[in-house]
């Protein structure tokens, strides 16, 4: 198994708030590796660490380099993509042309890639900066990176506020980069769906930590103690989550998405008063490429659950009701 | 009042007439200003993108200063540099007083904090993902430096017009440091001076003129440069 990157102990501050603390975790090479977390839980500083823009407090980032130039080697789209203020073509080439390649080639590549984010080269390579949409920026900024065909593609939320078409190309643009170059590539994304779709293996962080290498559901505190070892949660829409076990007020729950259950809401009401059961509407379904399981994401509480879909499909088709059910021993309880 | 048209229709007598005076000392104000212009711009750009890029103990009170200098008296500046060029002065041995070299030196002065202040301003007000997008592309050393200016290019022209107008226009440096001596460092503003105290009305609009065309020429072509970049 050939590894890009190895991290060991590390540890990122900004004063005296860690942002980052992760023990041990390998990234194998030549694999579309998604990020997935809540907002603030590390995924911009931990790409930051792996672009070797940013050293970690403690602990070591090892990326394995194939030349001398590791940094030749690695391109990392932000998440908001900044664009030079000079024309498309400009903007692409900048890259090669701090590498040193000759016009014709520049040339060529830079038609290549626009071509790869679905951009008409010759419609779009003299454009002004200000003359693009934000899909069409976002894609820009893709075609900077990739025409560099670098071997560790670094992506930063890449389909946050881009329409559904941006968000195939930019999918294309991934798994064209992987399977023609090898390039290793590392996204983080809100979209579970979409990186269930493009990726190969998924890290989860939750507050700066990996909590699993999948989509694991959280469910956040505060937890309110009824009796004896009972607890409630109550979700902003006002559904109660009734839960055993819970180790204190602030407790977060990690639900692995395939120890979710979910049946029908109107064939599951021997469910409806049993602990750890929740309702929702089924917002989309997705198979993970890896290991070809069909994953429901369910919108319930006002919040976003993956539940593997086992049985009929057809049931849990966008749309519909459905009760998601856990079990409380399947739990595992961050404090 | 017929004394003023009097004087217009003589300034225009003597520049279409090539008078060698007239022409002199727009020489002397073209060369010395090229000069200084360059030496700030040289010295100003570097400076004043390390003042506004990087964080360093005692920035604060660099870019207090830097900013303070903005308000010199051209008087000041003429006393400092005489003060060092006057065969008294630490550097008299180098005979340069009452030369094109001195005002030069002078106008430098003068043009450099103006040049620095605003380059610090312009290289602070860049966005802030600009560096992450350069570095993120592999940019580093004199590559970053330049694109980032690059991206400033705007801010940077309105920096050299602003010190250019102030060099163009200075009395005071011209005058103590350069001596006023005809054929010689005589430059425009100088000139003007000298010759409506002697009440040559003639000479002094047609230099006026030739200063406000000096000054319309260059904001033209900056202006050009802006739309074509």
Known sequence: ?335 | MNYILEGLRQAVMLLVKWDPETYAAIRATLTVTSYSMCASLLLGIPAGFALGYFDFRGKRVLRTMVDTCLAFPTVLIGLLVYAFLSRRGPLGSLNLLFSLSAIAIGQTILALPIIMSLTATAVESLDRRLRLTLLSLGARGHKLLFTTLWEARHALLIAAITAYGRVLTEVGISMMVGGNIKWHTRTITTAIALETGKGNFGLGIALGIVLMLIALIVNLSVMSLRKKS
Not at chain 1, 19 to 48: F, M, P, W, Y
Not at chain 1, 208 to 222: A, L, M, T
């Open chain 1, 1 to 335: 198994m050939d590894l890009a990157y190895r991290l060991e102990g590390v540890r990122h501050c900004y004063g005296n708030k860690t942002v980052l603390c992760i023990d041990e975790q390998a990234i194998e090479l030549n694999r579309i590796v998604g990020i997935v977390g809540h907002n603030g839980s590390g995924k911009s500083t931990l790409l930051r660490l792996l672009a070797l823009l940013e050293h970690p407090t403690r602990g070591k980032v090892h990326y394995f380099a194939e030349s001398k130039e590791p940094m030749f080697e690695i391109a990392l789209l932000p998440q908001e993509p900044y664009l030079l203020r000079r024309s498309v073509f400009s903007n692409v080439s900048y890259g090669l042309e701090i590498r040193g390649c000759g016009k014709n080639e520049i040339r060529q590549r830079v038609y290549d890639a626009l071509s790869w984010v679905g951009l008409d080269p010759e419609g779009f390579a003299c454009r002004r900066w200000y003359a693009l949409s934000g899909g069409e920026a976002q894609r820009v900024a893709l075609a900077a990176r990739l025409v560099l065909r670098p071997r560790v593609l670094l992506l930063d939320e890449p389909t946050t506020s881009v329409d559904a078409e941006s968000g195939r190309k930019i999918r294309e643009a991934i798994l064209k980069a992987r399977n023609e170059w090898g390039t290793t590539v590392i996204v983080s994304s809100h979209d579970r769906q979409w990186l269930f779709d493009v990726c190969d293996t998924i890290i989860h962080l939750f507050r700066g930590r990996v909590v699993g290498s999948g989509v694991e559901n959280i469910v956040f505190g505060p937890w309110r103690k009824l009796e004896g070892d009972l607890w409630i949660k109550i979700f902003p829409d006002g559904q109660k989550f009734l839960c055993p076990g819970v180790p204190g007020c602030n407790a977060v729950g990690l639900i692995d998405p395939s120890d979710m259950h979910m049946f029908p809401e109107a064939t599951g009401s021997k469910y409806k008063r049993r602990a750890c059961c929740i309702h929702g509407t089924v917002s989309g379904l997705s198979m993970v490429r890896s290991t070809g399981d069909i994953i429901a994401t369910v919108y319930a509480g006002g919040e976003p659950f993956s539940a593997k879909v086992s049985g009929c499909v057809e049931q849990f088709t966008p749309g519909r009701r459905v009760i998601l059910l856990a079990y409380p021993d399947k739990i595992r309880w961050m404090s």
